[in-house]
């Protein structure tokens, strides 16, 4: 239907974006009609340049790319229509008489109404314009008249939400408060001119169709993550300069979409990227391939979503298999990009490095430019490469340009400003908790889902997902399936009933009936596609011989004897790992073997409760100490005693190790770290050799066998080992395979060890006296699993809105993606100045505030520490409002406290610990 432009100018008396001064154009304000086009030309321009989303929208849609562009183009100009409101227009007063002088309207309520709310105001008095447009002369009953104001909404909750989460819908009638009947004018002048422009279209059929808006719905999540970048794209000054002079709307549009494409690709979002041709893992690596490498260079693919699961022992290659299906998915077109994600932020670090050195022998940019590569976590920031790689950019307010042509790994300065544009990249690595924050109701969750379309998703050590963190991950792939995404999952320790549910979660995703797994082999591969025919397929592998290894087991129940075994190897020249499971008795054995041993300065200490600074201290004297290139002399006699972050994060290996009872995926993923590199007679480390040392054993502190145990049998002595792993029948169980063993053989009895624990039938073997524990457990993993459901967004019933959660919150806040009983508490260390002010516990001129954080137990600890001084307030305000995140932090002087101490060997502790250990 055509449509007449308006004869008035009313809504050329609103301004949209204002400063001091622009200084590109000297105007301080630039109108909102012109920011709407702004808006809608970045729209348009990440459609246009996003091929790939693009053509799964229209296809998935049943419409034409014009349709779907014409009608979205015009949604997103009105995006902004809550600024016409007499409320917003009163927070810039300028004396140009041109704009308009709101007479009598409440104040702004930034809080409870802002602009973005207020739009639904607006959009609810045009509806019927953009209905009568949209129809032409059909006539329609008030029923599907009806249907489609609900359809029409799903796409004004998409625009009207571009601040990150949607709009609260209640109670529109109060937004009248904020409204003058001149604001009503000038919004139905605009969008009477805003439809002769885009002139938006869409089949009657579709509007009316209850099925068209359930698929509506479902990719609403995408637009309104466009929406988001559009806006912010739209409001870069740098390029749409501030202008006030009028000029007709149409002419102006047409500059916006030639500016748009200009703004567009200064943020390297989208830009065309060539795919390298996978040749194969000995072209791109250097080495023959494992049996996995070769499934993996091997297996058949296609370009609808699968499922990969590949469990295979430490050390098989599983990073370089994981890289090479994600290689051919992308050659085949499944994919455009990738995202590895891991478990902790140093193991996404040290992936990091192996990512950059390698993903442009995946993915090259058509001008000469290096495709973007983004690391994802809290500190990335601190991580060298990644600094670099942004620096090699060469980015600048309008100018991004790379300048560095041997910098291995790049990323373009827009994407790496904020966490929130992290997982935008075409290549992405970090922590799997950002990838899990695109399913909970957090600000801006539209861009991460948005930044992980057309990716091959990358999970490392999937088994150590507990409960609440699984249902994360099952909506995740759930939801990541109907996107068209494929996942690959690593892992050396999986239960085949956590295989099975994941296998489920794909089945269940593709509408197709449970098929039941039926291979108990290890080395394993797992295929999971859309094919009707045959879903499901397993792959039984073969193991090289190298990384096939025995680990003999002794249990000692003392100790006494822990501390002889530590001394008889120092005395022998070995070095020694002993691993505990709580900090408390870390220190506790630190200070026994600095008692007895003959040189304590060789006994090192690493534990969760260190500042930043010091614990990537310790990290980096340990991987010289105990690291593959670490020689006889440095490791000749030395202890670390560590807690479970030396199985998370370090590529340490130990000639003796000791570890406290624990689950036996963790003492399988322990044991990895003993004689974990081949060493020569110089115990220098040296590739493809048999090992010359004596026969890797493995000592296990945990209580007395007893066939027969008491309710007590673990808590007795072990009383922190139960408080953290809460099951001591599944500890016995694993407990009892280990003797029946006697070793722990890989990959051979690996899934004999974890099924003997979590099979079917292992919780029958649980004594009657330690079932009532296990019971306890399976409550809390019920309810756990039940807040992360309760939580999650409800993706499956709803689109982009409001009612898709039960409560949106900001991006800062804490809602989690892992469950823990211990609520922690983020605590940084200062210190007193000359001048009597107050300083980061650690001089750094740009990180002062991270290195000198420690995270703690809030209720043990965190609500105990001795409070600031009020002396010393003013100080601490002073050095708060440098630092803007500190106000979500407790901040603590160690000296000034009585009960608690600090210090960079022994990390936080009380200060009889302190004492005990001088």
Known sequence: ??????????????????????????????????????????????????????????????????????????????????????????????????????????????????????GLYFWKLIQ?????????????????????FDTLMVLADCVLGHHGQPINKNDVNAIKMFVEPHNEQAVFEFAKDMLAIFRPELPLEKLTSKDWQRKLKQVSWHLAGIAVIAD????????????????ALYDYWLTAQEIAEHALAATDLWRPLNVQPFLSIQAHYGFPPTPLQRWAETVEIDQTPQLFILEDVTGAGKTEAALALTHRLIE??????????????????????RVAAHYQQMLAGRDGKKPSIVLAHGAREMNDLFREAVLASGATDSNYHDTDKTATAQCNQWLADSRK???????????????????????????????????????????????YMFELLESLLGLHFHQGGSVILLTATLAKKQRQRLVDIWLTASNLPRHALQQDAFPLATKVTFNQQQPLTEYPLESRADVSREVGVKVISSLDACVAAVLDATARG???????????????AYRLIRQRILQPENCLLFHSRFVLQDRKNIETKVLSLFGKQSSKRERQGKVLIATQVFQESLDADADLMISDICPIDDLIQRAGRLHRHTRNTNRAYERNIQDTRPAPILYVHAPEWDANPQTDWLSKDFQGSEY????????????????????????????QLIESVYGDSAYEQIPETLKHKEHELLGEQRSSAAKAKTGALKWQHHGYSAASADGWHEDDTDIGTRHSDIETVEVVLLKKTADNGLAFWVDDQRFGLALSTVKLSKKKYGDNLAQIPTDLEPA??????????MEYQRVWIPELDSVFAYDAVIGFSEKQDLANQE
């Open 574 to 588: 070995e070095c020694v790992v002993w691993v505990r499971n709580t900090v408390n008795d870390a220190l506790d």
């Open 421 to 467: 544009k992290a997982l935008l990249a075409p290549v992405g690595v970090g922590t799997i908790d950002q990838a899990l924050l695109a399913v909970l109701p957090r600000r801006h969750q539209s861009l991460r889902l948005l930044g992980l379309n057309r990716k091959v998703l990358i999970f490392d050590e999937v088994h150590a997902a507990d409960e």
């Open 332 to 353: 085949a077109g499944a994919a455009e990009g990738f995202y590895f994600g891991l478990p902790t932020m140093a193991t996404s670090n040290a992936m990091f490095s």
């Open 1 to 118: 239907m055509l449509i007449e432009p308006s004869k008035g100018i009313a809504y050329f008396g609103y301004w949209g974006k204002a400063q001091k001064l622009s200084e590109h154009s000297g105007a301080d304000y630039h109108l909102l009609a012109y920011h709407c086009l702004d808006v809608a030309a970045a729209g348009q321009a990440i459609l246009n340049v996003n091929a790939g989303l693009k053509s799964d929208l229209t296809v998935f849609l049943e419409i034409t790319e014009a349709q779907l562009t014409s009608i979205f183009s015009f949604m997103l100009a009105l995006h902004d229509l809550g600024k016409f409101s007499s409320a917003f227009q009163k927070l810039y007063l300028n004396d140009n008489s041109e704009l308009y002088r709101p007479v009598d309207c409440h104040d702004y309520d930034g809080k409870n109404f802002r602009h973005d709310r207020i």
């Open 232 to 247: 912010w794209i739209g409001s870069d000054s740098n390029f749409f300069h501030y202008r006030t002079e009028k000029i």
């Open 724 to 751: 953290v792993y809460r099951s001591p029948g599944r500890l016995w169980l694993g407990l009892r395979e280990l003797l029946k063993l006697g070793a722990i053989r890989m990959p051979g009895e690996a899934r």
């Open 876 to 885: 601490l305000l002073e050095l708060q409002k440098k630092n803007k995140y």
């Open 128 to 148: 019927g314009e953009v209905l009568a447009a949209l129809i032409g002369h059909d006539q329609l009953d008030r029923r599907a008249q009806d249907r489609i």
